[in-house]
Structure formats: C-alpha cells, structure tokens
C-alpha cells in the first residue's frame, strides 16, 4: 500500500471550527483520526465552544495552537485571521450551533470564526448539532438552505437520542463519518456519469391496513439518499424517488415523495424513459393487504386475520423493459448472502447487485456506514464479485457507482 493510499489526506490543511454544543466532546477525535490520514488541523473555537472543550485539549492532539480571539495582539500584527483563512485547504465547522448557523447565513464577522469564514476561498462544510426541535425549526432550515445557495456543504445531523433526553434528528455524525466527508470533498472525483440520468428509489414503503395503520419496515433510506448525493458528484442528473423518510433532499437532486409500493412504480414509471441508470435501493414491501379498511378497523377479537397480496416488483419491472437501463438492485439479507443475491441477479436480470448483512447493526437500517458485496455478470456469463469494505454510506455509494461506470464503459466498447 502507497503512503498515499495509508494516508489519503497526507499534507492537505484542514481547519476545523467548533461552536458551541456537546458534540464537541466528539472533536478530538476528529482531529486524531484526520491527523491518522496525514493531514495538518488547526482549530478555531467559539466562546461557546470554549465552554464545552478546553484549548487545551485540541492543542495536544492537533499538534497546533487553538485559535479563539479575533482581535489577538500577537496574531494581528500579521493579520492572523487572513493568514488562517489562507492557510486552509478545507473548513469544516463540527459543532456548527443554531447560532452559528444564522451568523454564517447573515455574513456576521463578530468573532474569528466567522471572520475566516467570510475571508477564506477554501471549501466551507458545517455539521449542524442541536435538539431536534431547533434542527426542525423554520428559521434553521432557512438558514441552512441559504448557506447551501452559496456552496456550502450542510452534513445532515443523525438521528438518535440526545444529551438532552429528546430523540430525533440534530446528533452530530460520528468523527469517521465526518473525516469521509472531508476526505471526499478534497479529493477530486472523475465525473463519471457525466451526462447521465439517473432515477433511484430510496427509504420504505407504507402499505395501508386502515386511516391508521400500515405495514412497512426498518429501512431509513440512507442508502438510497446516499447515492443519490455520490450520482450527483459523479455528473449525473437526478430524480430520487423517496418513500416515508426524515432525511434532507441532496444538493441538485430532484426528489418525488410517495408511500406506496403502487405509488412508487407509478413514479418510476413516469421518469424511467429518459433513464441510463436505474438503482432500485428502496425497501419496498413484498405484500400489501388486500383490502384497506375505510375506517379505523376496531380492536374486537384476540386475533385478527390479514389478507395479503403481492406488490408489484418495481426493481424486476424496470429490468424487463425493452431498451431497459443499467438495472442495479440491492438486496438487504440475514444469512446466505452470497446465494440469496446472486439468485435475484439471476432471475431478475439484473446489471449488477450489492448486497449486504443487516443482521450487523454496525451497517444495517439506520446505520451510517455500509459494507458491500458486489455481483455481476462478467462478458462470459460468469458471475464475478467485489467486496467493498466497511465505510460510510457515502463512500460505498461512490465505490458502488464508479463500479457500476466501470461496467457500463466496458460493455459499451464490446463490438
């Protein structure tokens, strides 16, 4: 393995930004990790962030002074906070706090953080952590949707229980997550499907008992989300089609929202003409009731008897059309991964399959990393495959796409 390879951000300088919030327990970390990958950090802090982590602390993992005072005698008399901004390849605020979100959004220069922000050419990501109510709020969202206007790249929050009892979106990512984020942001990508259109499903379904109830499952549709930011890095355009899901629509992506697995096919249906690439990642239901209560159904006996009936295969659909695009499945299994899908790229007609273990809840639903096993039909009908190891979701759906460009240019230039 190459220095390069072991060390993806060797000499490349990242500064981080820490405002104030809890999460900033989680920077360190970030700092050791990036520093894992050969990168110099140098961080700047909030007053608030001051009260969560002390200068102290990131200055013995950074290597690096801490930086916090914008009018600092000795600094400006070399107009540190210029010298800061030009130094950075990269600035990645993590905590970025409700407040320093709307300072950002406003073009507020009130301390050096700000300040930087404002002065730097370097690209600026943020990574919102708050309670889940200020994350949900109208004036956050605005916020957000403002700094995104401008190229700024909004790292969505988890979802999960937080510091202050509440549970919903607004958690920090985790420091690997976040150095994948930061890594891919400073490593050129070949747009690869340049010129492309691509249409993925993503997230559940919701098939109706009654007004209110219905069966679904567990998938948060971060899969699908994924690829579909990765499609849109790699040149494509995009149109995601999105079952019942709390997650924000990727930068430039087109997004339909629906809760059936009828109501999905409908909306693929409408797109997939113009399509080079279909990824089916949804997690559509196999069966729904047959038939769907006008009122709520009434709890009467100790049982209750359901009839189902078969979905339509959205993913089998697309594959057998005539002129069909490049067809991408996945399949989610607990055991006999490799048997499972290989059967449904068989018997589904399928370009390529990823599979992967959700039985592992370091990469099952809801998790934020992912690992890959990659099926496909080589040029003689025999099946070859790729593993791709445990990553986050964002870099598995680059992995997964510049794979599946790969198979495209390759079955192009066949005579």
């Known amino acids: 393995m190459s220095v390069c390879q072991a060390q993806p951000l060797l000499n490349r300088k990242i500064m981080i930004g820490i405002s104030g919030g809890i ?14 990958w050969g990168a110099d950090v140098r961080c700047v802090m909030t007053q608030g962030g001051q009260a969560f982590i002390t200068p102290l602390t990131l200055q013995a993992v950074s290597g690096n002074p801490v ?17 800061l901004a030009k130094w950075a390849d990269l600035v990645l605020i993590a905590p970025a706090s409700a407040n320093t979100l709307a300072q950002l959004a406003h073009g507020h220069a009130s301390d050096l953080l700000t300040t930087i922000c404002l002065a730097t050419a370097a690209p600026l990501l943020v990574a919102p952590a708050m309670n889940q109510q200020m994350w949900a709020h109208a004036a956050v969202q605005a916020n957000c949707d403002t700094l995104r206007s401008r190229g700024v790249q909004i790292i969505a929050p988890d979802s999960g229980s937080q510091a202050c009892g509440d549970v919903g979106a607004g958690r920090m990512p985790e420091p690997l997550t976040l150095r994948d984020v930061i890594a891919a942001a400073l490593t050129p990508v070949t747009p690869v499907l340049a010129g492309k259109q691509v249409v993925i499903t993503a997230g559940p379904t919701r098939e109706a008992i009654d007004p209110v109830r219905y069966l679904s499952n567990h998938s948060s549709g971060k899969m699908g989300f994924a690829l579909a930011a990765a499609a849109q890095q790699l040149g494509a355009t995009v149109t995601l089609v999105a079952g019942p899901c709390q997650l924000p629509t990727p930068a430039q992506v087109k997004r339909i929202d629906v809760i059936s697995a009828t109501d999905m096919l409908a909306a693929v249906e409408q797109h997939i003409d113009a399509a080079d690439i279909f990824i089916g990642c949804a997690a559509v239901a196999d069966y729904r009731p047959r038939q769907v209560g006008a009122d709520k159904i009434k709890k009467q006996h100790d049982q209750m008897h359901i009839e189902l009936v078969k979905n339509p295969d959205i993913l089998a659909t697309v594959a057998a059309r005539k002129n069909a695009p490049f067809t991408i499945g996945f399949a989610a299994e607990t055991q006999q991964l490799e048997h499972y899908a290989t059967g449904k790229l068989q018997a589904k007609k399928l370009a390529l399959i990823a599979a992967n273990n959700v039985s592992d809840s370091s990469i099952g639903f809801n998790s934020d990393d992912n690992a890959m096993q990659l099926f496909w039909h080589d040029p003689a009908g025999q099946i070859q495959q790729r593993t791709l190891e445990k990553a986050s979701k964002s870099a598995i759906a680059i992995a997964i796409l510049q794979h599946a460009a790969g198979l495209m240019a390759a079955t192009s230039s066949q005579p």
């Not at 914008?70 to 010298?83: Q, R, S, T, V, Y």
């Open 67 to 83: 930086h916090h005072d914008l009018l600092d005698p000795n600094a400006e008399a070399a107009m540190g906070h210029i010298e």
């Open 23 to 36: 999460a900033a327990y989680k920077i360190p970390e970030l700092v050791r990790r990036l520093k894992d």
